[in-house]
């Protein structure tokens, strides 16, 4: 490895961490809203915010014009696919304890070895399907499926998860035609749309509550936010569109199969401010399924990694 390369490394791993924290703290904010807003609200006042400061990035970075894709139509697809990723993992986050719903979203780089094979026609080896699975028996021990602590709200995070993990299986396919600020664009700007339809689809259909408060923070009516809950859900917009930005800087300066360890202090901040702001402490199960899926993570990270010269 070269010394340059090796700056590189270091700046990348930097960004991502702060990338990481930053979105661990939208997490919290967006938990906090969970009790009095619907998460299309929160999503469209967030995409609202966000999406002029990510065309001002397109603008600085390639132009406007490269808006205007030949994958627009599958650029919208990956939307909508990741709109159900974060709509229902935002929907854990109401009903699941920080660590709990964070740590089982982090089986969707494992998922993304899983899904490699058949959507990519990558050879993905033994070795990378035991870490596989040692990161499903994680999420497993978190879940307790058939136990009296089971909560359904765990396989919203489970989904997304997995739609997560499709999406960035997606994009490797779409190729790099795309700038990722372009990618963020229209993603961000389906979660704008989606959010204003499903806000009037439930209205027409008549839900204005629901009994699980994953459930009611989906259909709940839009209500007016006093200045401070307004000022927090801008925050998310604001902080999505640098978060974001930094994660790109790390995977485009750095080797993506060292960066990508650094995922998972994702898994340091969720206990924190669970434990700060929402009084949660995790319990020896999940401290044992966190575990085995940073374990599986870190392993299959390290069965991709490039020998150094």
């Known amino acids: 490895m070269t010394e340059s390369q090796s700056a590189r490394n270091t700046a990348g791993i930097i960004a991502l961490v702060l990338g990481v924290m930053l979105f661990s703290v939208q997490d919290a904010i967006i938990k906090a809203l969970s009790t009095g807003y619907p998460v299309t609200q929160v999503l469209f006042v967030r995409c609202s915010v966000s999406l002029p400061i990510l065309a001002v990035m397109v603008a600085?970075?390639?132009?406007?014009?490269?808006?205007?894709t030949a994958n627009a139509w599958p650029l919208v697809v990956r939307g909508l696919i990741m709109l159900v990723a974060?709509?229902?993992?935002?929907?854990?986050?109401?009903?699941?304890?920080?660590?709990?719903?964070?740590?089982?979203?982090?089986?969707?780089?494992?998922?993304?070895?899983?899904?490699?094979?058949?959507?990519?026609?990558?050879?993905?080896?033994g070795l990378a399907w035991v870490a596989v699975l040692i990161g499903f028996a994680g999420a497993v021990v978190i879940v307790q499926p058939g136990s009296s602590v089971f909560e359904p709200a765990a396989l919203l995070s489970l989904l997304s998860a997995a739609t997560y993990a499709f999406s960035m299986v997606l994009a490797r396919?779409?190729?790099?035609?795309?700038?990722?600020?372009?990618?963020?664009?229209?993603?961000?700007?389906?979660?704008?749309?989606?959010a204003f339809v499903m806000t009037y689809a439930f209205r027409f259909l008549g839900f204005d509550h629901l009994p699980h408060p994953a459930l009611d923070f989906l259909v709940r009516p839009w209500v007016m936010p006093d200045w401070h809950d307004l000022g927090l859900m801008a925050a998310c917009g604001l902080i999505a569109a640098v978060a974001m930005s930094l994660l790109t800087h790390a995977y485009r300066s750095a080797e993506a199969s060292l960066v990508t360890i650094f995922e998972?202090?994702?898994?340091?901040?969720?206990?924190?401010?669970?434990?700060?702001?929402?009084?949660?402490?995790?319990?020896?199960?999940?401290?044992?399924?966190?575990?085995?899926?940073?374990?599986?993570?870190?392993?299959?990270?390290?069965?991709?990694?490039?020998q150094s010269a």
Not at 176 to 189: C, I, L, R
């Open 173 to 194: 396919r779409l190729g790099t035609q795309d700038t990722a600020t372009v990618m963020s664009f229209y993603q961000n700007f389906v979660y704008l749309v989606g």
């Open 60 to 68: 600085y970075e390639t132009g406007l014009s490269r808006l205007r």
């Open 264 to 306: 998972y202090t994702g898994m340091v901040w969720a206990p924190l401010w669970g434990f700060l702001f929402f009084a949660e402490t995790p319990t020896l199960p999940v401290w044992i399924g966190i575990s085995l899926i940073v374990g599986a993570g870190l392993f299959a990270a390290r069965l991709v990694r490039p």
């Open 86 to 125: 974060y709509t229902s993992y935002y929907m854990a986050i109401a009903a699941l304890p920080l660590a709990e719903s964070v740590a089982i979203f982090f089986t969707a780089p494992i998922l993304v070895t899983a899904m490699s094979g058949p959507m990519l026609g990558e050879r993905v080896s």
